[in-house]
């Protein structure tokens, strides 16, 4: 039980992706979990199902990640309750394809607050409690689309996602002093149903296919190289951006 007695936040944990996944696999490790999402009905509804399948202590907080105060309060509460935070995954992300000539502002200012603002209020007040405790782990969520070339109508998320990689690094240099290491995982195409709402089945199929492994990532693997980063494991390992792409893009 690697992570029995740890406390763990993940944020946008109750969707069909990454971030139940995220969730399931810390649980599955002994941690007690804390997931979030906008949904109070699906979050409460997965947070029941993963605690009944691994036994943990998993509850689930409606928690929008653009709203301030709600964040504190979030984080508040958790260390109120269980007297500390080891833990925080910033899986928070969003896109919405447009072209930059066509993008309305209201659509780069959601996809910016959702993906990179949000991660930011998470650690910012995250990192409050860890450095009194002198110690903790963040793991945050970029994508290989900060790194090359995005789809079109991308500009927006793989600007935030760029961003993302930035912040993971300088909020490492500025954990490091106090036992906190900030790490980042990049996604390549990574399976869920929600795919189908903003790629072509022609994007999804050309990605896989030019993908070396051969398959599109599952959520499963990315929450592998999450609670990795997250780990005693990974102690020596802070600022780093590891790329989970099957290949696909081969990062140095």
């Known amino acids: 039980m690697e992570f029995?007695?740890?406390?763990?936040?993940?944020?946008?944990?109750?969707?069909?992706?990454?971030?139940?996944?995220v969730a399931r696999a810390f649980a599955a490790g002994g941690a007690t979990v804390i997931m979030s999402d906008q949904h109070e009905g699906r979050t409460k509804k997965v947070a029941a199902?993963?605690?009944?399948?691994?036994?943990?202590?998993?509850?689930?907080?409606?928690?929008d990640v653009r709203d301030?105060?709600?964040?504190?309060?979030?984080?508040?509460?958790?260390?109120?309750?269980?007297?500390?935070?080891?833990?925080?995954?910033?899986?928070s992300g969003l896109n919405q394809l447009a072209p930059i000539?066509?993008?309305?502002?209201?659509?780069?200012?959601?996809?910016?607050?959702?993906?990179?603002?949000?991660?930011?209020?998470?650690?910012?007040?995250?990192?409050?409690?860890?450095?009194e405790q002198r110690s903790g782990a963040i793991v945050n969520?970029?994508?290989?689309?900060?790194?090359?070339r995005p789809a079109e109508g991308e500009s927006h998320y793989a600007a935030a996602k760029a961003g993302v990689m930035g912040f993971t690094r300088a909020a490492a240099i500025e954990g490091a002093p106090f036992g906190i290491r900030?790490?980042?995982?990049?996604?390549?195409?990574?399976?869920?149903?929600?795919?189908?709402?903003?790629y072509s089945p022609d994007y999804v199929e050309n990605m896989a296919r030019h993908t070396p492994l051969g398959r599109p990532g599952m959520p499963?693997?990315?929450?592998?190289?999450?609670?990795?980063?997250?780990?005693?494991?990974?102690?020596?390992?802070?600022?780093?951006?590891?790329?989970?792409?099957?290949g696909y893009h081969l990062h140095t």
Not at 52 to 57: D, I, L, W
Not at 101 to 130: C, I, K, N, Q
Not at 182 to 198: C, M, R, S
Not at 220 to 246: P, R
């Open 141 to 148: 969520m970029a994508s290989i689309a900060g790194w090359m």
């Open 220 to 246: 499963d693997d990315i929450a592998n190289a999450v609670t990795f980063l997250a780990s005693d494991k990974a102690s020596f390992i802070t600022g780093e951006v590891l790329c989970v792409s099957g």
């Open 4 to 21: 029995d007695g740890k406390i763990v936040f993940v944020t946008a944990a109750a969707g069909a992706g990454i971030g139940q996944a």
């Open 49 to 63: 199902e993963i605690m009944e399948n691994t036994g943990a202590n998993v509850t689930g907080v409606v928690c």
């Open 101 to 131: 000539h066509e993008m309305p502002t209201e659509t780069w200012r959601l996809v910016m607050d959702v993906s990179l603002t949000g991660p930011f209020l998470v650690t910012r007040r995250a990192l409050g409690y860890m450095r």
């Open 182 to 198: 900030v790490n980042a995982v990049a996604p390549g195409l990574t399976w869920n149903p929600f795919l189908e709402k903003i």
């Open 68 to 91: 301030e105060a709600r964040v504190d309060e979030v984080i508040a509460a958790i260390v109120a309750e269980h007297g500390r935070l080891d833990i925080v995954v910033n899986n």
